[in-house]
């Protein structure tokens, strides 16, 4: 495989709430990647049909679990789908977390490692793979046995900092969650009840305090402070410039995941790509 290319800018939502008609209609906006978030489990039957479905769009799982997914099942589902749909498909995987993956000795380092191993064993090459990153070695590893890094709920400052520390060839894609309004009070609650869950996990948490906010910002439901650090909010030329800012500080691509009505996703995403001139 050729290492894949990547268009200023990507979609990202759950794997359960996509189907073929919005991939359909994402593509069709001129977006290249589809992100789709969630822990789903390693046979992965969902890519096959999405991917039929439409013509260019490539999908990356963001991410399936090391814990959950049994890494030979999931390489073997990576194998069923690239030789259907080459070059439209790439495993993401990642370590999540320990509050989360409580039953296991939680050794995320070492368990990337593993994974990785036996991927290579079942045949996935290294451009096939994204790995889940937020810290210093999971960003190393994966600009070294994958294809591209994907931080999750990271600012800018996170993007310059992994840029600086990988150089200019890694592939290093951020997801940005957006909200289309100016009603700070409208988009903070939805901020808010996206980052929910992130407030209580670890790896987030010590990101966020050295990217992000402090530890007061940090206390649930989040200071206006971290919200506003975290989504992207406005008209449609302010959150196009926040979007800039991560590729202004390195990002080879930018997910963005857009809060609030599902139902309204692709109007919003219309909106967004007009404003970036896709």
């Known amino acids: ?14 794997y359960a709430t996509v189907d073929a008609d919005l991939l359909r209609a994402v593509e069709n906006l001129g977006f290249d990647t589809a992100w789709l978030g969630g822990s789903p489990p390693a046979d992965l039957p969902w890519v096959d049909p999405l991917l039929s479905a ?11 679990n090391i814990w959950s997914a049994p890494a030979r099942e999931a390489g073997q589902s990576w194998q069923r789908i690239e030789a259907a749909h080459p070059g439209r498909f790439i495993l993401g995987i990642g370590a999540g977390h320990p509050e989360i993956d409580s039953g ?10 593993d994974y990785l191993n036996v991927l290579d064993e079942v045949g996935v090459p290294k451009e096939g793979r994204a790995l889940a990153a937020l810290a210093e070695k999971s960003l190393k590893l994966a600009a070294d046995r994958s294809a591209l890094a994907h931080p999750y709920l990271t600012p800018p400052s996170h993007t310059r900092w992994a840029r600086e520390l990988l150089g200019p060839g890694a592939i290093i894609v951020p997801e940005q969650k957006v909200v289309l309004t100016t009603d700070a009070d409208e988009a903070r609650a939805l901020g808010r009840q996206a980052l929910d869950m992130y407030l209580g996990l670890t790896n987030y948490l010590t990101m966020l305090e050295r990217f992000a906010g402090s530890k007061e910002d940090l206390v649930k439901p989040g200071s206006d402070k971290l919200v506003d650090a975290l989504i992207a909010y406005g008209t449609p030329e302010q959150i196009a410039a926040r979007l800039q800012e991560h590729r202004d500080a390195g990002a080879t691509q930018v997910a963005i995941q857009v809060l609030g009505d599902p139902a309204k996703r692709a109007e919003a995403l219309g909106v967004l790509a007009r404003e970036l001139g896709l």
């Open 104 to 113: 296991v000795a939680y050794k995320p380092y070492t368990g990337l490692v």
């Open 1 to 14: 495989m050729t290492t894949p290319e990547f268009a200023p800018y990507g979609f990202f939502t759950h």
């Open 54 to 64: 439409t013509e260019r769009i490539r999908i990356v799982t963001a991410i399936v």
